[in-house]
């Protein structure tokens, strides 16, 4: 867990010992707590131990009941822990409640995440967006600042400050809230012009989605490794969030034809709003996306659970309706996998051992490409236009004529149109 001086930046990196703590009404969470601890060790942070408390409603002062909080502090004292850490989001005045009984850091599934993002963010663009949305959360719960807060930086201070440090902080915030959206607008005029590039240039772009840790880096890397371009390969780990920043890379088919891969930031249960609004601008690669690869998880038992929360974000961003394929991962820890028909086609893979990525690219290639075969008859003063074909489609044939080089090859719509002049019909 990272601490943040007042411009956000790292000063120190801290472990804990930590108790996770979940409020529920009726439902099982038993997944969420799960995902919970894998956030924690995402973040550097050592359960030792978890409690559970199912209530009608929830406990305005504190989430859970006060006996359990009580309960919660001899537990804290007892396992020697410097933390803890709660499934849901808590208020201003829970946290500062919480801390002050429990004497120990106490922080919720929101900070954590948030905190996560904060050591993964690498580009300028990522640190604004993480930064943007810490300072959302924090804004309404600058009444019940503590300990738990003080690591999200801009130094607010102390805990239950006067009304008037309030206000100071509140104008303090919500000014580099402004300076942070003018910031990420010129990020993405920037973005747009590149976008404008690419369509002109028209190259496909293909986007990897899925949950975090579904092997959404590791596919794009074993693409790059077919592609020969192994030295583009992006960073891989077994574990929640090891990608923030989108990545693309350029894939040029044996067939000449070429496309945009991008990698994205995965999407996990209970992700916070903000966190969503803030990396709308990285994720409108997704919306310019002319094929979205869902990746899922295979090897895990309940992965409807997360094709559906994946589904949820999708949507909330606006490209629910995009062409797509579901790409289930992770093929050689699970033999057994539901084939069954669905509303899109499955491609069954283990980014892995390469098993079935062949066959993926197959159906990308097919997807993503409206190409035509044509016959050009190419004048020889005109061994631009040839290259062009040589280098840029795929050549089926080619036989040099009297008259010209007459060349059989596969061409995107576009290119014909511009080229149909030499077509021998």
């Known amino acids: 867990m990272l601490r943040f001086t007042e411009d956000n930046q790292v000063i120190e990196e801290e472990k804990h010992r930590a108790i996770l703590v979940g409020f529920t009404r009726s439902e099982d969470i038993e997944y969420s707590m799960a995902e919970l601890s894998g956030l924690a060790e995402a973040d550097n942070i050592q359960v030792i131990g978890e409690m559970i408390q199912i209530l009608p409603k929830p406990n305005s002062a504190t989430l859970i009941g006060s006996g359990k909080v009580l309960e919660l502090a001899e537990m804290v004292k007892r396992m020697e822990a410097d933390m803890v850490v709660f499934n849901n989001e808590l208020t201003g005045m829970q946290l500062r409640n919480l801390e002050e009984t429990l004497d120990v850091k106490v922080i919720d599934r929101t900070i954590l995440i948030l905190d996560i993002f ?8 990522g640190k604004l967006q993480v930064e943007l949305a810490q300072l959302r959360y924090r804004m309404p719960r600058l009444l019940g600042f503590g300990r738990s807060l003080s690591r999200l930086g801009a130094g607010i201070g102390t805990r239950g400050p006067g009304e008037k440090k309030l206000e100071t902080d509140r104008r303090h915030i919500e000014k580099r809230i402004e300076d942070i959206k003018a910031d990420l607008r010129k990020v993405q005029s920037t973005r747009m012009i590149q976008r404008a590039k690419r369509e002109k240039s028209d190259i496909p772009v293909v986007a990897l989605v899925g949950y975090t840790n579904s092997g959404k880096s590791a596919i794009m890397n074993n693409i790059l490794s077919l592609a020969e371009k192994e030295d583009k390969a992006v960073r891989e780990k077994d574990m929640l969030f090891a990608t923030l920043d989108a990545q693309q890379r350029n894939i040029k088919l044996g067939s000449n034809q070429e496309f945009i891969l991008v990698d994205t930031v995965g999407f996990i249960s209970k992700l916070p709003h903000g ?68 509303e899109y086609k499955k491609i069954f893979i283990s980014a892995k051992t390469g098993e079935g990525v062949e066959e993926l690219l197959e159906e990308v290639r097919r997807r993503i490409f409206d190409d035509t075969t044509v016959k050009f008859l190419i004048p020889y003063d005109r061994g631009d236009i040839s290259s062009y074909l040589c280098e840029k489609t795929n050549v089926i044939s080619m036989d040099y004529k009297d008259n010209g080089t007459e060349i059989v090859v596969e061409i995107s719509r576009s290119d014909y149109q511009r080229l149909r002049e030499f077509e021998v019909i």
Request: glycine content about 2%; aromatic content about 8%; cysteine-free.
């Open 275 to 342: 966190l969503v609004e803030a990396f709308k601008a990285t994720l409108e690669e997704v919306k310019f996306a002319d094929l979205l690869l869902h990746v899922v998880d295979s090897s895990y038992e309940d992965n409807q659970f997360q094709i559906d929360v994946t589904n949820q974000v999708l949507e909330e961003i606006g490209v629910a309706d995009k062409n797509k394929l579901l790409v289930f991962n992770k093929i050689d820890i699970v033999r057994e996998y539901d084939s069954s028909p669905s």
């Open 118 to 125: 904060a050591s993964r963010a690498d580009s300028a663009e």
